[in-house]
């Protein structure tokens, strides 16, 4: 695939994904190295998001459990974020941290939990002004 074709499957990816707010944070990274911000669009979300076998849901299940076992807790949020975009639940992504606290410890757990009890209060407050 040219880079060309994956840039555009990234880009399609990070806005099923992410808010335009937070794509519009995200790109502060292109000022900074735009060599950097074509390696996260083309091969973070166009080679791996755009793959066919999982659904976006999968690979969100996916991407949270890493997250909160390498304790990456900025990124946790934006993908907390982007996990409700693309329709799953807040009761799965409890159950997601829930069963993570079994293999990474109370102390990510516990601030994962945190971290999702914020996005969704804010989720519902966006929800409740539609």
Not at 31 to 56: C, E, H, Q
Not at 74 to 85: E, M, P
Not at 119 to 125: A, E, L, T, V
Request: charge should be negative; aromatic fraction near 8%.
């Amino acid at each position: 695939m040219e880079n060309n074709e994956r840039y555009e499957k990234g880009i399609h990816a990070m806005e099923e994904l992410f808010s335009e707010e937070v794509r519009t944070g995200m790109r502060h990274i292109q000022k900074i190295s735009p060599d950097f911000w074509d390696m996260i669009v083309s091969s973070g979300f166009g080679d791996l998001y755009a793959r066919n076998t999982l659904t976006m849901e999968q690979r969100e299940y996916i991407t949270l459990t890493t997250l909160i076992t390498q304790g990456a807790f900025d990124q946790l949020g934006v993908h907390v974020q982007a996990a409700l975009n693309i329709g799953m639940s807040q009761e799965e992504i409890i159950e997601i941290i829930i069963h993570c606290s079994g293999y990474v410890g109370f102390p990510k757990a516990i601030q994962a939990m945190g971290i999702a009890g914020e996005i969704f209060k804010n989720h519902d407050d966006a929800s409740r002004k539609d």
